[in-house]
Nanobody, 126 residues
């Protein structure tokens, strides 16, 4: 199983930027598709972005397309989420997740991911 540790969250004003990082250890990172999800208080966990194991394909929720960018550095076993033009409604705990080749389901569905990080808080002030 792969272990994931997120970092980079914090407090930022609306319109600002943050870059989240997710460091992976354990199993071969390059075999895993990676995703970012978020969960705000009282709301369900929401898909943010995902990237294929090769990095050749990326996926975004429509409301984040053009503002958020997911990328991965296999040499560093790290996946990133660059978030620009942040809005107060982006406030949430952001989770990194790993989907093994043996995990079934779509990349946009959190049930498809077998490993999760502990989450990092992102707070956007108005």
């Amino acid at each position: 199983q792969v272990q994931l540790v997120e970092s980079g969250g914090g407090l930022v004003q609306a319109g600002g930027s943050l870059r989240l990082s997710c460091a992976a250890s354990g199993r071969t990172f390059s075999n895993y598709a990676m995703g970012w999800f978020r969960q705000a208080p009282g709301k369900e966990r929401e898909f943010v972005a995902a990237i294929s194991w090769s990095g050749g394909n990326t996926y975004y929720t429509d409301s984040m397309k053009g503002r958020f960018t997911i990328s991965r550095d296999s040499a560093k076993n790290t996946v990133y989420l660059q978030m620009n033009s942040l809005k107060p409604e982006d406030t949430a705990v952001y989770y990194c997740a790993a989907k093994a080749p043996s995990d079934s389901g779509y990349l946009t569905n959190h049930y498809a991911y077998g490993a999760w990080g502990q989450g990092t808080q992102v707070t956007v002030s108005a």
